[in-house]
Nanobody, 121 residues
Framework: QVQLVESGGGLVQAGDSLRLSCAASGRTFSSYAMGWFRQAPGKEREFVARISRSGINTSYADSVKGRFTISRDNAKTTVYLQMNSLKPEDTAVYYC??????????????WGQGTQVTVSS
């Protein structure tokens, strides 16, 4: 498995942008699809975006489509989430995860510790 460390969260205003990074340790990074999930207080963890092992295929939750972009750099063993036009409802702890090319939490085997994103109105 890989170890994952997220960074880049913070407090921003509605309409601002943030870029989250997730650095992976281990030489097997490219063998995993990667995903971003988020969890708001009192809610279940939900899928945000996913990217295939090669980076060719991506998909997004409807709530973020057109605003967020997932990418990865296998040479740097890092996955990114560019978040534009942020809304207060995007406020959550964001987690990156390594596993299958899936939208289900159960299909990911390694998780980061999470990074807080807070969007004020």
């Amino acid at each position: 498995q890989v170890q994952l460390v997220e960074s880049g969260g913070g407090l921003v205003q509605a309409g601002d942008s943030l870029r989250l990074s997730c650095a992976a340790s281990g030489r097997t990074f490219s063998s995993y699809a990667m995903g971003w999930f988020r969890q708001a207080p009192g809610k279940e963890r939900e899928f945000v975006a996913r990217i295939s092992r090669s980076g060719i295929n991506t998909s997004y939750a409807d709530s973020v489509k057109g605003r967020f972009t997932i990418s990865r750099d296998n040479a740097k063993t890092t996955v990114y989430l560019q978040m534009n036009s942020l809304k207060p409802e995007d406020t959550a702890v964001y987690y990156c995860a390594a596993g299958s090319y899936s939208v289900r939490v159960a299909d990911f085997v390694s998780w980061g510790q999470g990074t807080q994103v807070t969007v004020s109105s």
